[in-house]
Structures are given as structure tokens and as C-alpha cells.
């Protein structure tokens, strides 16, 4: 990281990028993974890197529900592993949420390898690891993120999804669970299909959440669920598509302008 200077202008964005890589290398994340990050990466770009209003409000609606749960779990593949592994603990301490590892490209070297990540910040404990027989596994779903633990996401009544696929955020609200996730794409499956969506990077949105989850601690079960059942998932995604739209706008004007 040496080459590039702290006061780049995307300094954070670039390491974050080396650090996507060396984890690919440390067999954290897929290789799959990087794709999935430049992916998000230019949707990142669309927000200006920084956290919009809108943002706010999903998180908040988030951190409400997950502080409701009965049994909140928080689900971690390879890239949010190296991107935010203290935020995912310190929220699941916070939530009173478990952690587990799931992933579609899943090995043995894999789900190791992300639990020393997770309890080297903190966590006490990881499910979704060398589950053998007693792994449960998710109907209508025939990848890999179908096998589940019995003691996590299949009892879960609410299920964080950072960086999720959209066959099994539908899946598993057709086994009755709130699914909330994070996805800087508005439009995917996983945006459209889950309860809550938190259209934001994912490092940023779970520091807001751990910050939130203090504030929120302190609120009543009625103020909680009051949050909840004032927001609107519809409106708020369409929110976060006038806001790219409105910016990507702004930024050709100025472009033209320039030129």
C-alpha cells in the first residue's frame, strides 16, 4: 500500500481494493469476489463515496428490526470479512445477533479461514463452520449457500445479508424470516426482494449501524417498532434511484461545463 499516498483522493477506495485481492490470496475471498467488489465499486462512485440521507433511514430501520429479533443473525461471506470484520462483530455484540459464515463458493480452507478473521476482531463466537451432519440446509435452493447452521440461520427470524445473491434472500422469506441486506444496486433482485434494503457501502453502513445500535439500545420496544413500521421499502428505494439519477445529472453538467 506503500504506492499509494494517504491523501489520494480515493486512498480508501484503493485500499480497500488491495485488500480485496490479498484476500483473495489468503483463500478469504472467491475469486468471484473481486468481480462482485468492482461492481459495487462503480455504483459507490453514483453516491459520491459518502453516505446519503436515504441511507440513514434504511440503517435505522435495520438496527431497529435486528434489535427486535428473538434470533438476529448476521450472515458473512469472504468480502465482508476483509472489508468490515470489527463493524459485523461489534453490531452482532451490540444486536445481541450471531455470526455466521455462508458462502457459495465454500471450502473447508474457506470457512476457517474467515473465522480466525471474525474472532481475531472480537468475535466469541462463529457459526456455519465444519458443520458435517448436523448442517440444516435451505429449501429450493441447490448451491452451496443453501447448508446452514441449525443454531443460526435456520432458526433466525431476521437474517443481515451484506452482499447477498437473490435467490436466497427469496428463499429465505418463503421460509418466513425479515431479510435485511446491503446492496449499493437499487435495482438487483436482493434490493427489490428483501424487507430493508441499505442501498450504501457496506463499511460504511455497518459503522453507522454499530453507532445506531448504541443510540437505538435506549429507545422502547414501541419507539423500536414504531421505526419499523413507519419505513417503506418501495419509497425508499426509489429514493435511492432519484438520488443516483440526480447526481449522475449534476456530474455531466459540470463535465459539460468544463469541457
Not at 453516505?51 to 435486528?66: G, K, N, R, S, W
Not at 420496544?221 to 413507519?230: G, T, Y
Request: charged residues 30%; glycine residues 6%; neutral net charge.
Amino acid at each position: 500500500m506503500s504506492e499509494i499516498p494517504p491523501d489520494h483522493p480515493r486512498y480508501l477506495s484503493l485500499k480497500e481494493r488491495h485488500e480485496i485481492i490479498e484476500g483473495m490470496h489468503q483463500k478469504i475471498v472467491a475469486e468471484a469476489g473481486l468481480i462482485a467488489h468492482g461492481r459495487g465499486e462503480a455504483f459507490d462512485y453514483l453516491l459520491g463515496e459518502k453516505t446519503p440521507e436515504y441511507a440513514l433511514i434504511q440503517e435505522e430501520a435495520a438496527v431497529a428490526t435486528l434489535l427486535l429479533a428473538k434470533h438476529p443473525v448476521l450472515s458473512i461471506n469472504g468480502n465482508v470479512a476483509i472489508i468490515c470484520p470489527n463493524e459485523l462483530v461489534a453490531l452482532a455484540e451490540k444486536t445481541n445477533a450471531k455470526l455466521e459464515v455462508n458462502l457459495f463458493h465454500r471450502t473447508k480452507e474457506r470457512e476457517t479461514n474467515i473465522e480466525t478473521v471474525l474472532k481475531n476482531a472480537g468475535a466469541k463466537e462463529v457459526l456455519g463452520v465444519n458443520l458435517g451432519k448436523k448442517a440444516k440446509t435451505i429449501p429450493e435452493i441447490t448451491h452451496k449457500r443453501r447448508i446452514v447452521d441449525p443454531d443460526g440461520i435456520f432458526i433466525a427470524d431476521v437474517v443481515f445479508v451484506p452482499l447477498e445473491d437473490g435467490d436466497r434472500t427469496m428463499a429465505l422469506k418463503k421460509m418466513g424470516k425479515t431479510v435485511i441486506c446491503v446492496d449499493l444496486n437499487p435495482l438487483s433482485r436482493t434490493s427489490v426482494w428483501s424487507d430493508i434494503t441499505i442501498v450504501n457501502h457496506v463499511r460504511r453502513a455497518t459503522q453507522e449501524m454499530v453507532e445506531l445500535a448504541d443510540k437505538l439500545k435506549k429507545h422502547t420496544k414501541e419507539k423500536l417498532a414504531s421505526i419499523i413500521k413507519s419505513y417503506d421499502n418501495n419509497y425508499m428505494l426509489k429514493e435511492s434511484v432519484k438520488f443516483m439519477s440526480s447526481r449522475l445529472l449534476e456530474l455531466s453538467k459540470q463535465q459539460l461545463k468544463e469541457g
